[in-house]
């Protein structure tokens, strides 16, 4: 890495993307990274649902996380799931198999909730998802949740995708803490 790559790769992470089709079913994604020359390495590992689409119910995708504190660039979280206090939450999925009419039109709304020890502690108001495409692929939803007034402790984010024209509802939690 060059001094620019390395200080950037500090301050943001190193990206990394690898695709590769499964079949429905859950897996864990593990990633080992080793410095060349060093005995030093390290990894991560991260629990992965692929949904199964052929039965046509409302489904969606994992939820990806990142943040960005104020001044800080943005950085994924999606392995550690830690967030300093303030920051906002940007979470992002899928949605997959919506109702939609003649013209393609969905009526699928979606509402973010955090909740910490079985309670509810904040939620997004209810806002509809996009269900956009792009080159006949689905574009993924992305929204941010401000972590504001929110103390240290472990939490989780519920993502709740409701269809209201199939009268179909599903959801994915992801736990995280706040530093």
Avoid: C
């Amino acid at each position: 890495m060059t001094t620019a790559e390395y200080e950037r790769a500090r301050a943001a992470g190193l990206p990394y993307q690898q695709w590769l089709a499964l079949p429905p079913g859950r897996y864990e994604v593990r990633l080992v990274a080793r410095e060349r020359g060093l005995v030093q390495q390290g990894g991560a590992s991260l629990p992965v649902e692929v949904p199964d689409l052929k039965d046509k119910k409302l489904t969606m995708s994992g939820v990806f996380l990142s943040t960005a504190s104020p001044g800080a660039p943005a950085t994924t979280e999606t392995v550690s799931h830690r967030f300093k206090r303030g920051a906002s939450l940007s979470f992002q999925f899928y949605v997959y198999n919506a109702a939609l009419d003649a013209e393609g039109h969905g009526d699928v709304v979606l509402q973010a909730q955090v909740w910490s020890a079985g309670k509810a502690t904040a939620a997004s108001p209810v806002q509809p998802v996009r269900l956009q495409q792009k080159d006949g692929a689905p574009v993924p939803e992305t929204n941010v949740m401000a972590l504001e007034g929110l103390g240290p402790g472990a939490y989780e984010l519920r993502v709740v995708v409701q269809d209201r024209k199939a009268g179909a509802m599903t959801f994915r939690k992801v736990p995280f803490t706040i530093d």
